[in-house]
Every structure is written in structure tokens, then in C-alpha cells.
């Protein structure tokens, strides 16, 4: 099926590369220990978390809801729109039109 978008790929998944960033624990998405984390150099974060936006994008075409972290992220086809939330609250909409 895949996530449907007319904006650029890459424009997206900058915007949501910023999102999943924000999110608490977003990188035991790859099983990673928070030690391991934080040993990690800031290049190699944003990298982490540019490849965890990149699979986050191409999972939702498969299933709508993946959990992040101690985030949610949610394809609304409907609406052409990513939305990321913490703690039940809508924190950021990543527009795919």
C-alpha cells in the first residue's frame, strides 16, 4: 500500500526525522540500551534517528500505528498527514501534501 505523499520524500522525512528525535526513548525502536545511547556522538544520533524516521515512514504504509519510544506515530490517510504523539496528545502533524 504505502504512505501516499506529493511534498518531497526528503522534506518529509527531515520533518519527521525532527519528530521522532523528540520523542522519549525513541531509539529502543533498534533495541538499543540507554547506555549505548549516550556514548553516541551527536552525528551518529542524528543518523540513528534519520534511518528510524526513514523505517517509521515506510512501516506505516504496512500498519497505520507504530510505537516509538514512549510515542505513538499514526498515518491518517485520510487527512494526507503523519501525527505524532506523546502521552495521548497530538505533539506534531507532518503534512504529506
Not at 2 to 13: C, F, K, N, S, T
Not at 37 to 64: C, I, N, S, Y
Request: aromatic letters at 8%; zero cysteines; hydrophobic letters at 45%.
Amino acid at each position: 500500500m504505502g504512505v501516499r505523499h506529493a511534498r518531497e520524500y526528503a522534506d518529509i522525512l527531515k520533518d519527521l526525522t525532527t519528530a521522532v528525535a523528540e520523542i522519549e526513548g525513541s531509539y529502543t525502536f533498534f533495541e538499543m540500551e540507554p547506555a549505548e545511547w549516550a556514548v553516541l556522538p551527536t552525528e551518529d544520533r542524528l543518523e540513528v534517528m534519520e534511518a528510524l524516521a526513514d523505517d517509521v515512514f515506510f512501516g506505516l504504509g504496512e500498519d497505520p500505528v507504530i510505537e516509538v519510544g514512549s510515542g505513538v506515530i499514526t498515518y491518517n490517510s485520510k487527512h494526507h498527514i503523519i501525527e505524532v504523539s506523546h502521552d495521548d496528545k497530538v505533539t506534531q502533524i507532518i503534512r504529506l501534501i
